[in-house]
């Protein structure tokens, strides 16, 4: 027995003088200690400074002044890692060897540094192949390969500057002043994170799980989710994904104000008009490659009220995303781009419904903000049943938008609506201000219901061919109204306008009221400052013909138009006009006759025969009471004119006598 009690008290005394020994080791000595470790683990050079303490009780743990840890051998923009002060616990079965037990890591204003080469490589990759334990190999002996196996309790980095980049597309990434909270009990086991980063001053917190610490840091593919809560909304992430990085999973995002959201990004300033996703709902299948490309399959959207399938293709590594891709919808309304209303307006049903308001009130002043034109580049390809724009409404939908540094143009494939189809193409340019403008061809419209929305007038009725093409610049649909140039033209079959009978007005010289009809009807026209200007308007009818010529007032939704209708010559009859000036307001315009114009064209011969009958009978009378007798092709005007010039030159001459 008193041989077992020598022993133990030997063993007590060994522990003592090994503890006592650890406990007296200078602070410099125990830093150099740790950074060969943490360099041999890591193959990192590692650079400790300041006055450096150890600890016993209630951990075994040390604390440093300021860390450094060196960047990969490839980059030349400073360390990996650095911070003002470090402290470090470990289990105290570190002392006799085996896996490191981190119990707490604490980290206070360190600066993280992640790189991405133009090659793919990545600074963060540790567990460096063939770095031996003790940093070196013995001499010939082969180098072995040793991964960064410990376990953490728990790490805490306070008030750190995240910084990445990506060489290969130029892009810098800084995020100061940011939280983080690391957990992994078990190295082979579940790892828990959580951080709160600050991008624009807001919290923006994640908190996720990975499911295999070992297989994660060695490079292998884990189990992972995570969540991102910002102001405004969040994002959820559930699939798998290595360190390269590489990620496949199902994301889900909720964001009920995205201005806000993206603001807390950093992506201020960036206004949605309502029904583009002022709040948005998405989810779908998501794969994010190494060389930053996402994909989306099988995803759905919800912007606001808008709902549609989604397939995308987006690349990430530029100066702003690239996308292609492939939209399905139902009724997708976008009357909000055209009102600038905070509130839906009353949408039309695709067949050229009109709620009547710009002839009401005008054309909206609200100012338009297409910033959004300016968040992507690529191509949007675009199947709807149904398209409200406000101001026009379609039906089927076919639309290919190119998007370029701020400037979209959509292709319009297909575009029902109106009784016909419109192709062409219309351009949203806001890179400097905004302007539209527009090259479309219409067949088979119904141009009542069209005119009725594009300008409010109701009155004409018939179906016809049509082709525009325009542009406008400003920041309100009222602005761009009033600068619209271009030119258009427009051709159609039978018809009616309603409001007034040309018969009656013909035969009575009263129109009001009734309907004309018509057979074939063609014009063309100039715009210029919001002016549409017409020369050569066409119509026939049935016992007569007409021409138009005058102005449309597209700002100011007014008319100046004089309309010609003639009655055609008959065996009996004469043809006879009587030109109605069209004037006022579109939403309530005057039809009056020129009787003016009306006596020149239909009492023209009639003029002829007065005039020179009058010529005649002052001819007699100039003979007669002054003895002038007019000279052929000479006027009474002037032969009385030259007789007074010689009775004048007579008197005259008597003053030299």
Known sequence: ???IIRLIGLLVVIIAVLLGALFFLPGDRIAKIAADQINAMTGRQVEMSGETTLSFYPVLGIS??????????????????????????VDPSVIWGGDIRITGLEAVNPTILLERAADGRVNWELGVEGVAPSGTAEPGSPATSRALAL???????????????????????????????????????????????????QDVDISGQLGTVAKFIEGGISDMSASVTAPGGTLEFQGRGDTKPELTGRLD????????????LGLAGVE??????????????????????????????????????VAADIAIGGDKPKINAQLRAGALDFSELASGNSTPGGGGSGGGQSTGTAVQSGWSKDRIDASALALVDGEVALVADKLDFGTFNFGTTRILATIDNSR??????????????????????????????????AKGIDMKSLLTDAAGINRFSTTGTARLKFLGVGQSVDAIMKSLSGNASVRTGNGHISGFDLDKLMRSGNGTGGTTVFDSLSASFAMDKGQMFNNDLAMSMPLAKATGQGRIGLGNQDIDYTFTPSLLAGENTRGLAIPVRIHGPWSSPRFTPDLEKAIDLNLKEEKKKLKKKAKQEANKLLQKELGIQAEEGQSAEDALRKKLEKDAARELFKLFD
């Open 64 to 89: 440093t002044g300021r860390v450094t840890v060196a960047n990969a051998d490839w980059s030349d923009a400073g360390p990996m890692f650095s911070a003002d002060s470090f402290k470090v616990g």
């Open 272 to 309: 949605i008009p309502k029904g583009l996703g002022r709040a948005l709902k998405a989810g779908g299948d998501v794969t994010f490659t190494q060389d930053l490309r996402v994909t989306l399959r099988d995803g759905t959207v919800q912007l606001d009220h808008n709902n549609m399938s």
């Open 151 to 201: 376990t953490l309790d728990r790490a805490l980095i306070t008030g750190a500057t995240l910084t990445y980049i990506d060489h290969a597309s130029g892009q810098r990434t800084t995020l100061p002043n940011s939280d983080f909270d690391l957990r992994w009990p078990a190295y082979q086991g579940e790892a828990t994170f959580e951080a709160t980063l600050r991008p624009a001053g």
């Open 253 to 264: 995002a909720d964001l009920k104000d995205t201005a806000k959201f993206l603001a807390s």
């Open 1 to 3: 027995m008193k041989w």
């Open 408 to 441: 979209a143009v959509f292709g319009l494939r297909e575009l029902q609506g109106y009784g016909g189809t419109v192709t062409g193409e219309f351009v949203a340019n806001n890179r400097n201000g905004l302007s539209v403008g527009g090259n479309m061809a």
